[in-house]
């Protein structure tokens, strides 16, 4: 095969007087945006010049005509002063290289395409938590015949869900496919994906497959449920290593996140690889030194992934998210300004920051003092499976703090997100029984708030500042690094993977449709990616994937103090209560007369002030008068009587009351009749 051309330029003015071959050009970059903007002396400009002349094909053999008679009528082109000859002559070995090597380009950024479309199996992906929220992470996958539960995670309530501590998932879909459901896998041990597991075991028991420190962390909450005996449900993983779970055959990938031991799971299903990448960032420089088994990621991509699961939470976030070991620099910094006591607070599970903590109070001779139940059960925990190997004589128990300097004392706390009974909480308030707050006192909280948490952080940090105390918190801009991808983290993960389909997970709206436009940077097609809600369930096959249905979702409010459930009509009514107000009537109705016996009892709370109490009464007192004169009482079946009456009276005093004071409070008619 043989296009020869000549070309011969006047300055920036470049004259194409030969036969170009299109078709093969428009074959070697079929991207019709590609190279647009290209004004060079390519094959593509060259082919795109309006005096080229097209080749006439042999669609049968697929042979180029070859054209001999060239144009003699050349421009010249000066180059260093001089008039030359430029020779773009195209032998034909290689234009064969450059066809072939197109063929390798695409093969290599299109591996998918290997999986075989002839597969009429489906599997079907329902998220239960984690999309339109921060946390509470959980999801089904399901073949025809079998499915796994990923992670059983808890959220945070809101300012309106009085008296309750965390929300659970409802776990109606997992009763209704219990049968199916062959175990239980956990990617890491943030409460966000395991704080719900006890509750789950409570009604349903399955196999639950995690690394030891994520299991160990679920085997303290079983502890705490009473829940000791189903240990035995639990299956300690090995990465790099497939376990079969149904249909399905697993392998837990090394991740780097904000807590130890975190994965992402490499899914092979009877249909094509899944990738679910689970919480990431790609930190270079972890604490542990273990980094991304990015190599797994390039294995699997390589082979073909049929879809992604990918964290979305930071997809807002331009650049990368700086390693962890950033913070430690900054502890260096706030460890040697302080005078007195240092008080650091972050998240419990967070075992890199605690210890990078814990090195820098150690190096700087203070004695390390552990406050707080779930940080004292974390730290035991990881020191016990040597994730912290920091001697036991560096650490002294709270009523030991008096016996030292205050230059010679750092507490380890928890309470970073402002929770009332958290310990930092309590010391703010002054009502911890050992730590008393000081002037001379420095306090870190290492952390961020998480969102819904922004109110009860903001009136930490007031309580604290009124108690005198130095508080270090967003002014050092390293105090503090998210355990989560931005998006050049996410675009690597895209890029190594190259999946057919895409499902961005855990996030609100706007993150997993944010990640989804980076995906699509990222050569994603957009026909091939979904934004999903809590419910959709998403049908994937080799040739598509579709909503299919919605199920039933919900969250069950949990208190803390006693572990169980509160139903969710109390925390609608404590909300009511909070925002609307409550009236009490106590009514004695005469059955002979129809009239009141005596004057009404009328009580409000929340819905007056004290001083318009009587006037507010008085208004009840008419209201009821005057339904009675217009009613006419039965004179049997007394407690049926007394029923239809109260609720006649609770509709015509709701009415009045919206009336005038524009609100529905709870009201509580009694009627006597007497």
């Given at each position: 095969?043989?296009?020869?051309?000549?070309?011969?330029?006047?300055?920036?003015?470049?004259?194409?007087?030969?036969?170009?071959?299109?078709?093969?050009?428009?074959?070697?970059?079929?991207?019709?945006?590609?190279?647009?903007?290209?004004?060079?002396?390519?094959?593509?400009?060259?082919?795109?010049?309006?005096?080229?002349?097209?080749?006439?094909?042999?669609?049968?053999?697929?042979?180029?005509?070859?054209?001999?008679?060239?144009?003699?009528?050349?421009?010249?082109?000066?180059?260093?002063?001089?008039?030359?000859?430029?020779?773009?002559?195209?032998?034909?070995?290689?234009?064969?290289?450059?066809?072939?090597?197109?063929?390798?380009?695409?093969?290599?950024?299109?591996?998918?395409?290997?999986?075989?479309?002839?597969?009429?199996?489906?599997?079907?992906?329902?998220?239960?938590?984690?999309?339109?929220?921060?946390?509470?992470?959980?999801?089904?996958?399901?073949?025809?015949?079998?499915?796994?539960?990923?992670?059983?995670?808890?959220?945070?309530?809101?300012?309106?869900?009085?008296?309750?501590?965390?929300?659970?998932?409802?776990?109606?879909?997992?009763?209704?496919?219990?049968?199916?459901?062959?175990?239980?896998?956990?990617?890491?041990?943030?409460?966000?994906?395991?704080?719900?597991?006890?509750?789950?075991?409570?009604?349903?028991?399955?196999?639950?497959?995690?690394?030891?420190?994520?299991?160990?962390?679920?085997?303290?909450?079983?502890?705490?449920?009473?829940?000791?005996?189903?240990?035995?449900?639990?299956?300690?993983?090995?990465?790099?290593?497939?376990?079969?779970?149904?249909?399905?055959?697993?392998?837990?990938?090394?991740?780097?996140?904000?807590?130890?031991?975190?994965?992402?799971?490499?899914?092979?299903?009877?249909?094509g690889t899944i990738i679910h990448t689970a919480d990431f960032?790609?930190?270079?420089?972890?604490?542990?030194?273990?980094?991304?088994?990015?190599?797994?990621?390039?294995?699997?991509?390589?082979?073909?992934?049929?879809?992604?699961?990918?964290?979305?939470?930071?997809?807002?976030?331009?650049?990368?998210?700086?390693?962890?070991?950033?913070?430690?620099?900054?502890?260096?910094?706030?460890?040697?300004?302080?005078?007195?006591?240092?008080?650091?607070?972050?998240?419990?599970?967070?075992?890199?920051?605690?210890?990078?903590?814990?090195?820098?109070?150690?190096?700087?001779?203070?004695?390390?003092?552990?406050?707080?139940?779930?940080?004292?059960?974390?730290?035991?925990?990881?020191?016990?499976?040597?994730?912290?190997?920091?001697?036991?004589?560096?650490?002294?128990?709270?009523?030991?703090?008096?016996?030292?300097?205050?230059?010679?004392?750092?507490?380890?706390?928890?309470?970073?997100?402002?929770?009332?009974?958290?310990?930092?909480?309590?010391?703010?308030?002054?009502?911890?029984?050992?730590?008393?707050?000081?002037?001379?006192?420095?306090?870190?909280?290492?952390?961020?708030?998480?969102?819904?948490?922004?109110?009860?952080?903001?009136?930490?940090?007031?309580?604290?500042?009124?108690?005198?105390?130095?508080?270090?918190?967003?002014?050092?801009?390293?105090?503090?690094?998210?355990?989560?991808?931005?998006?050049?983290?996410?675009?690597?993960?895209?890029?190594?993977?190259?999946?057919?389909?895409?499902?961005?997970?855990?996030?609100?709206?706007?993150?997993?449709?944010?990640?989804?436009?980076?995906?699509v940077s990222c050569g994603v097609d957009e026909r091939n990616?979904?934004?999903?809600?809590?419910?959709?369930?998403?049908?994937?096959?080799?040739?598509?994937?579709?909503?299919?249905?919605?199920?039933?979702?919900?969250?069950?409010?949990?208190?803390?103090?006693?572990?169980?459930?509160?139903?969710?009509?109390?925390?609608?009514?404590?909300?009511?209560?909070?925002?609307?107000?409550?009236?009490?009537?106590?009514?004695?109705?005469?059955?002979?007369?129809?009239?009141?016996?005596?004057?009404?009892?009328?009580?409000?709370?929340?819905?007056?002030?004290?001083?318009?109490?009587?006037?507010?009464?008085?208004?009840?007192?008419?209201?009821?008068?005057?339904?009675?004169?217009?009613?006419?009482?039965?004179?049997?079946?007394?407690?049926?009587?007394?029923?239809?009456?109260?609720?006649?009276?609770?509709?015509?005093?709701?009415?009045?009351?919206?009336?005038?004071?524009?609100?529905?409070?709870?009201?509580?008619?009694?009627?006597?009749?007497?």
């Amino acid at each position: 095969m043989e296009n020869n051309k000549e070309i011969q330029g006047n300055n920036n003015n470049g004259n194409i007087n030969n036969k170009e071959n299109t078709e093969h050009n428009r074959r070697r970059n079929p991207n019709p945006y590609r190279n647009k903007n290209n004004n060079t002396n390519s094959v593509e400009a060259q082919a795109n010049s309006k005096n080229d002349k097209k080749p006439t094909h042999n669609r049968d053999n697929k042979n180029f005509n070859r054209n001999r008679n060239q144009s003699r009528n050349n421009n010249n082109q000066r180059r260093n002063g001089r008039r030359v000859k430029i020779d773009t002559t195209v032998p034909a070995d290689m234009r064969a290289a450059i066809i072939e090597n197109e063929k390798v380009q695409q093969e290599r950024m299109n591996p998918w395409k290997r999986i075989s479309l002839a597969s009429k199996g489906k599997l079907r992906f329902t998220p239960l938590g984690g999309l339109g929220e921060i946390g509470g992470n959980i999801a089904v996958l399901e073949s025809e015949n079998s499915a796994f539960v990923i992670d059983v995670g808890m959220s945070f309530p809101d300012e309106t869900m009085h008296g309750v501590d965390i929300l659970v998932p409802d776990f109606s879909y997992l009763h209704a496919i219990k049968d199916k459901i062959k175990g239980i896998v956990i990617t890491h041990a943030h409460e966000d994906h395991i704080g719900a597991v006890p509750y789950l075991f409570k009604e349903l028991k399955f196999p639950i497959y995690g690394t030891p420190l994520a299991l160990a962390m679920i085997g303290n909450k079983f502890d705490e449920h009473g829940l000791q005996a189903d240990k035995k449900y639990f299956r300690y993983i090995i990465k790099r290593k497939q376990y079969n779970i149904g249909d399905f055959k697993i392998e837990w990938m090394h991740m780097t996140h904000s807590i130890v031991d975190a994965c992402s799971l490499a899914i092979e299903t009877p249909i094509g690889t899944i990738i679910h990448t689970a919480d990431f960032k790609i930190d270079h420089t972890p604490i542990d030194g273990y980094t991304a088994d990015l190599h797994r990621f390039a294995y699997y991509g390589s082979k073909g992934v049929l879809c992604l699961f990918s964290d979305s939470t930071n997809s807002h976030n331009p650049g990368f998210t700086k390693s962890e070991s950033v913070v430690g620099k900054t502890f260096d910094t706030l460890f040697e300004k302080a005078t007195g006591r240092v008080i650091m607070s972050t998240f419990s599970s967070n075992v890199h920051r605690i210890f990078q903590a814990m090195e820098r109070g150690v190096k700087h001779n203070r004695k390390i003092c552990v406050i707080g139940r779930s940080m004292e059960r974390n730290i035991e925990t990881t020191r016990r499976l040597g994730y912290i190997d920091i001697d036991d004589r560096h650490f002294i128990e709270p009523h030991e703090v008096n016996r030292y300097r205050d230059d010679e004392i750092l507490v380890v706390t928890t309470g970073s997100q402002g929770e009332t009974m958290a310990a930092l909480s309590r010391m703010a308030t002054d009502e911890h029984r050992q730590i008393k707050l000081k002037p001379t006192d420095t306090v870190i909280i290492s952390a961020s708030a998480i969102p819904g948490n922004e109110a009860s952080v903001s009136k930490l940090m007031n309580l604290l500042l009124k108690a005198g105390v130095t508080v270090r918190y967003k002014e050092f801009s390293d105090i503090h690094v998210s355990g989560h991808a931005s998006q050049e983290e996410q675009k690597l993960i895209l890029r190594l993977v190259q999946p057919k389909f895409f499902l961005p997970v855990h996030g609100e709206y706007n993150h997993i449709k944010a990640h989804a436009q980076t995906a699509v940077s990222c050569g994603v097609d957009e026909r091939n990616i979904l934004l999903m809600s809590d419910g959709d369930q998403i049908e994937i096959t080799p040739k598509y994937i579709k909503k299919a249905k919605t199920v039933k979702t919900g969250k069950r409010y949990i208190d803390n103090q006693n572990n169980k459930e509160i139903y969710s009509d109390v925390v609608d009514e404590r909300q009511k209560l909070s925002t609307e107000g409550i009236v009490n009537v106590v009514v004695q109705i005469s059955e002979q007369t129809g009239k009141l016996v005596n004057k009404p009892v009328v009580m409000s709370h929340g819905l007056v002030p004290d001083k318009e109490d009587k006037r507010f009464a008085s208004s009840i007192e008419q209201l009821i008068e005057e339904y009675l004169i217009h009613t006419k009482l039965e004179q049997s079946a007394n407690a049926k009587n007394a029923k239809v009456i109260e609720d006649d009276l609770r509709n015509v005093i709701r009415k009045h009351i919206l009336r005038h004071y524009k609100k529905y409070p709870i009201i509580l008619p009694t009627v006597f009749l007497v």
